[in-house]
């Protein structure tokens, strides 16, 4: 049976990998941030306040960032401890956590991601920026004008489909949409509550037959309950969410690009660039997020009359 490969990038405050499938398609992400409190890592940090009505305690760690820990247990304010990262954060969420005797841990992403996909290899030296960009987008076009919209609210995830221009009939592009709806939740990792709205009225007998498709394509995904259509013929699912959705790895909860996904773009540009060393305009809050390997190789300009994220690389 054929199977895909590996994309390994390696960067001073982040390592991605992309799962490929034998077409060279992108399945999956997995992003490790130095930055950031990844899943299966043990951090140290100290207890800041107990919430009573969530029955658990928050705890700012050694990265400056808070974690929420489920607990009964007793600890007093200040008091030093160490967190297994059991959720990554989303949006406007604390990652969550447990306590743990165990030292100071983090995984191995690689390790991690070969125990899953043990029989691909790594290939090196692909651009994998286009791959991400294209990730990350929330319009999907299919089926000769249909298109895919998937948005997120505070509470949940909608997945609309808009049949457009499409020859096809609204029930063939609700087949069609079936598994690039699957691919697209499996590869921006979504998880939550999640609304499908298929495209035209549903009769029953549709409906069954699509229901049965999506569990269909969801059968190897243990993460993925699918229920049933409600009266307003919104189809519900509920996947179970560990690692942070695409969008939170690349994207702040302002709608800014994170200072990592940034870098990335800088370091693509800076390597198409040709004649000494380009000028970069930048934001002067983002200075303190540049790496190294790009302070010494850019002439930096501050900007204070552009977008916290926006930069702009220009060779002299």
């Known amino acids: 049976m054929s199977v895909g490969f590996l994309s390994y990038t390696q960067t001073s405050d982040q390592e991605i990998i992309i799962v490929f499938n034998e077409n060279e398609e992108p399945l999956e992400f997995f992003v490790q941030r130095k930055n950031a409190l990844n899943l299966g890592e043990v951090i140290a940090g100290n207890i800041t306040?107990?919430?009573?009505?969530?029955?658990?305690?928050?705890?700012?760690?050694?990265?400056?960032?808070?974690?929420?820990?489920?607990?009964?247990?007793?600890?007093?304010?200040?008091q030093l401890v160490h967190v297994l990262i059991t959720k990554e954060a989303r949006q406007s969420k604390d990652?969550?956590?447990?306590?743990?005797?165990e030292p100071i841990f983090r995984p191995s992403l690689k390790e991690e991601v070969l125990k899953k996909y043990p029989s691909f290899k790594i290939k090196n030296n692909i651009n994998i920026l286009p791959f991400i960009e294209e990730a990350l987008e929330n319009k999907i076009p299919f089926a000769n004008g249909s298109?895919?919209?998937?948005?997120?609210?505070?509470?949940?995830?909608?997945?609309?489909?808009?049949?457009?221009n499409s020859p096809f009939s609204l029930f063939e592009i609700n087949q069609k949409a079936l598994p690039i709806i699957?691919?697209?939740?499996?590869?921006?990792?979504?998880?939550?509550?999640?609304?499908?709205?298929?495209?035209?009225?549903?009769?029953?007998?549709?409906?069954?037959?699509?229901?049965?498709?999506?569990?269909?394509?969801?059968?190897?995904?243990?993460?993925?309950?699918?229920?049933?259509?409600?009266?307003?013929?919104?189809?519900?699912?509920?996947?179970?969410?560990?690692?942070?959705?695409?969008?939170?790895?690349?994207?702040?909860?302002?709608?800014?690009?994170?200072?990592?996904?940034?870098?990335?773009?800088?370091?693509d540009q800076l390597l198409k660039c040709r004649h000494g060393k380009p000028i970069l305009e930048i934001h002067p809050s983002y200075m303190q997020y540049l790496t190294e390997e790009i302070k010494n190789n850019v002439v930096i300009q501050q900007n204070l009359n552009v977008k916290q994220d926006f930069f702009d690389l220009k060779e002299k």
């Open 182 to 267: 699957a691919k697209q939740i499996l590869l921006k990792n979504i998880a939550g509550m999640i609304l499908i709205d298929f495209a035209g009225f549903k009769k029953y007998d549709e409906k069954t037959i699509l229901l049965k498709k999506i569990k269909h394509e969801f059968k190897t995904d243990s993460k993925t309950k699918i229920y049933d259509f409600s009266k307003m013929n919104l189809l519900e699912i509920k996947r179970s969410r560990t690692s942070a959705a695409l969008i939170d790895l690349f994207y702040t909860k302002d709608g800014l690009k994170t200072p990592e996904y940034i870098n990335l773009c800088i370091m």
């Open 147 to 164: 298109t895919l919209l998937i948005e997120r609210t505070n509470a949940l995830w909608t997945i609309d489909i808009d049949s457009g």
């Open 95 to 101: 990652a969550t956590g447990s306590f743990t005797n």
């Open 49 to 78: 306040q107990f919430d009573k009505t969530l029955k658990g305690y928050f705890v700012q760690t050694s990265k400056n960032l808070s974690v929420f820990v489920p607990s009964n247990q007793k600890f007093t304010q200040g």
